[in-house]
């Protein structure tokens, strides 16, 4: 991993893939990522495939596996839906799938608009349960959730570790909180773009729990990266932000 | 690459000193609806730590209940800091009586270059004749007017402002936030050579930056980072590891709006 000014940068939220409205979802594939990557010093990132989100979850993963196959740099992170009706594998075959493929990480997209499923306990108790027991870590956006319902969830599974991605600046009074109330819940950097905040974030709770990320292809790599770059926190702080919470997070 | 001296400060987290950065749209302020705990002085330590020489700025106290109130908020931190702020004039259009006598009061205490409206804050399109007053002192003591501009129907009012008031400059902030209206902020730039182009957002799209300077041309974007309301730090990285030229970031980090204010 390229170490700059002492930090490894890995990119914990971007996507790859084909995209159907290219405008608000570019299309991106895995070398022009690296491409970008490497212009902006991103050693590693974590990916989910808009195939899992705009078309179909399983064959989305699939098309993944073979998009990064041998890939050092780029890691898969698999999209997840609860396969009641027998279109996902059962829960407690899933980490073994995962194994199989390298995947360490998984995302979900609940809303309606995407998946269209219940993220309460009596949809997905069984896949919390495996998740925790697994300590495989749960990514989900905020414009797919609430924060009553990350809460909730964290709450419910205090073993379940819960990355909340596309956290933007009018949440801060969300954010202290349910960091208080919840040790399982992370947050991912990339929106918070509120001045000072991350470093005060960081004196209050430490900076384990936060993540960077980009957003990349659809938000810029470069404001991502100013955002942690930049603050007044150790740079033993910024490298955990940067790249070290993630690789624990993925118990690589 | 001949910009890796951006990437590399950018990595490092060390100020672009090498460069002149005007940040044309900042605040000073509180809002309601989130935590903004950063006053004048950790905003002053946020420019230098980047390497921002100097902003234009007003007051979120104007832009919501107090005009009056927050452009003497801002004179105050205009004589605290010589050299590193542009006040930027806050008028409410909903108190059309007393625009003019504000503008005149604003220039006369001095430290003041801009003129800044919010319509969507202030409820009142910009191109309701209420502005009338800001358009014609601005073309009088030919200063530019940052407009909060976010939407595609926002843009359109600029279509015709630019051609009525060829002799003010509009800088689009935000130049419409969301894509669609991004894109018609660049053709109406083409159209009207008195049109400059705002980047200040919270949607930092990857290629907008690369589209509008393309687009549009090098001279016509400005920088902007929307602080203390957003971080500054995020909107230096965006511009800093674009894919444009060197001379290009120089020109949107600072040169641009050293034109657009007359300094020397």
Request: aromatic content about 10%.
């Amino acid at each position: 991993m390229q170490q700059i000014n002492g930090i490894t940068w890995f990119d914990c939220n971007c996507s790859i893939g084909f995209s159907k409205l290219p405008e608000d979802q570019p299309v991106c594939n895995a070398s022009g990522l690296k491409e970008h990557m490497a212009c902006c010093g991103i050693s590693e990132a974590l990916v989910w495939n808009i195939a899992c989100r705009n078309y179909d979850p399983m064959t989305g993963n699939q098309e993944l596996n073979s998009m990064l196959a041998g890939s050092m740099s780029i890691h898969p992170m698999w999209t997840i839906i609860p396969g009641h009706a027998g279109d996902f594998c059962k829960p407690e075959d899933l980490p073994g799938e995962m194994k199989k493929h390298g995947v360490k990480a998984v995302r979900v997209f609940p809303s309606a608009e995407c998946h269209n499923f219940s993220l309460k306990p009596w949809t997905m108790d069984k896949i919390y349960r495996v998740l925790e027991e697994y300590q495989i870590p749960l990514f989900i956006g905020l414009e797919q959730t609430s924060w009553e319902e990350v809460h909730e969830i964290a709450a419910g599974y205090g073993k379940l570790k819960i990355i909340v991605t596309g956290v933007g600046y009018r949440n801060g009074r969300m954010v202290y909180p349910l960091m208080e109330a919840c040790r399982n819940v992370y947050i991912e950097t990339s929106m918070f773009k509120v001045p000072c905040e991350l470093d005060r974030l960081v004196g209050r709770f430490g900076p384990e729990r936060f993540l960077f990320g980009t957003g990349y292809p659809k938000y810029s790599m470069g404001s991502a990266i100013a955002l942690v770059s930049y603050c007044s926190m150790s740079n033993e702080e910024k490298g955990l932000i940067a790249s070290g919470n993630l690789i624990e997070l993925l118990g690589a | 690459m001949e910009d890796m001296y951006f990437y590399n400060k950018i990595l490092h987290g060390e100020a672009l000193d090498d460069v002149f950065i005007l940040d044309n749209h900042m605040h000073l302020g509180k809002v309601n609806d989130f935590p903004v705990q950063c006053d004048d002085g950790q905003l002053v330590r946020m420019m230098d730590r980047c390497g921002v020489n100097a902003g234009c700025i007003s007051s979120l106290l104007s832009l919501s209940e107090d005009f009056r109130k927050g452009n003497d908020e801002i004179r105050r931190l205009v004589k605290k800091y010589p050299g590193r702020f542009f006040g930027q004039i806050v008028i409410n259009p909903n108190f059309p009586g007393e625009i003019r006598s504000e503008l005149n009061r604003c220039w006369n205490m001095g430290g003041f270059r801009q003129i800044k409206i919010h319509p969507v804050f202030h409820q009142c399109d910009a191109d309701d004749k209420k502005y009338l007053p800001v358009y014609q002192f601005a073309s009088e003591k030919k200063i530019s007017v940052l407009s909060h501009v976010w939407g595609v129907e926002q843009v359109k009012k600029f279509f015709n402002l630019a051609r009525e008031y060829p002799d003010v400059i509009f800088i689009l902030g935000h130049s419409g936030g969301e894509i669609p209206a991004q894109r018609l902020a660049v053709e109406l730039a083409n159209r009207y050579s008195n049109i400059v182009l705002d980047i200040t957002g919270s949607w930092h799209y990857e290629g907008m930056i690369e589209f509008m300077v393309r687009e549009a041309g090098e001279d016509r974007v400005v920088f902007g980072s929307d602080a203390v309301f957003l971080d500054i730090f995020p909107a230096i990285g965006r511009v800093g590891m674009a894919g444009i030229p060197r001379q290009a970031k120089e020109k949107v980090f600072g040169l641009n709006m050293k034109r657009v204010l007359g300094l020397t």
